[in-house]
């Protein structure tokens, strides 16, 4: 079964510091994506930014961006320039691509990030 | 973008009443739903998948006859909690798969708070 593992159960940064969270999982897959969803105090799950694991490339959304480790099985979130409204809980999700028996998400237990001002 | 409607934001309900959450996908149809449950400061436990027109699957310590879940049609699924007690006092949220957004990340409902007394 994949498990997803985020090691940081809290985080803080400086506004407009650069903070990096952590994440690994365990799959015997090939392909597969990688997800970091945002869950602010609304509690309204968004999704930053997803990996297909079949792209080299590290996929990057303004000021979020991930440093995927495919041989590590690692997948990193850096949050740039961090804003007040960043400050929420941070999940990390693993998902089968299509035609896959398993469409579920496994979610890692989340870090929360607090930002100071 | 893609949106799920879910509804109540919140529910007080008395011990030994049935309570329905309900979750629509506005602007596409929902092949799947998922229903979450999700204690304070915890991640987001699978309680089952529904998909349209069939039976949903439970999640292993999931009871079936509590937690009911109905996906009658592309756009629409329930969750009843019945004979609820306030051990069953939770945030309760959805996410729906677009069929035609299959690598893309789930859309989520914006949760259901619910408070047995």
């Known amino acids: 079964a994949q498990t997803v593992t985020q090691s940081q159960p809290e985080m803080s940064v400086q506004e407009a510091e650069t903070v990096t969270l952590s994440c690994t999982y365990d799959?015997?897959?090939?392909?597969?994506?990688l997800f970091w969803y945002k869950q602010p105090p609304s509690r309204q799950m968004i999704l930053v930014i997803r990996?297909?694991?079949?792209?080299?490339q590290n996929a990057t959304e303004n000021r979020f961006s991930v440093n995927f480790q495919k041989a590590a099985k690692s997948f990193s979130l850096k949050i740039s320039d961090s804003q007040l409204g960043d400050a929420a809980m941070y999940f990390c999700?693993?998902?089968?691509?299509?035609?896959?028996?398993?469409?579920?998400?496994?979610f890692g237990k989340g870090t929360l990030l607090t930002v100071n001002p | 973008g893609a949106v799920v409607s879910q509804h109540p934001s919140w529910v007080i309900c008395k011990s030994g009443t049935s309570v329905k959450i309900e979750c629509r996908s506005l602007?596409?149809?929902?092949?799947?739903m998922f229903w979450y449950r999700q204690f304070p400061k915890q991640s987001l436990m699978l309680m089952a998948t529904?998909?349209?027109?069939?039976?949903?699957?439970?999640e292993q310590g999931v009871e079936k006859d509590k937690f009911l879940i109905n996906h009658a049609s592309l756009t629409l699924s329930t969750l009843t909690v019945t004979s609820a007690h306030p051990e069953d006092s939770s945030f309760y949220i959805c996410?729906?798969?677009?069929?035609?957004?299959?690598?893309?990340?789930?859309?989520f409902g914006s949760g259901t708070r619910l408070t047995v007394v």
């Open positions: 996410s729906a798969r677009d069929r035609r957004r299959s690598g893309d990340g789930y859309t």
């Open positions: 799959t015997s897959e090939s392909d597969y994506y």
């Open positions: 990996q297909e694991a079949y792209k080299q």
């Open positions: 999700a693993y998902r089968t691509p299509p035609g896959g028996s398993n469409y579920k998400l496994t």
């Open positions: 602007d596409f149809q929902a092949t799947t």
């Open positions: 529904s998909n349209e027109g069939s039976k949903a699957t439970y």
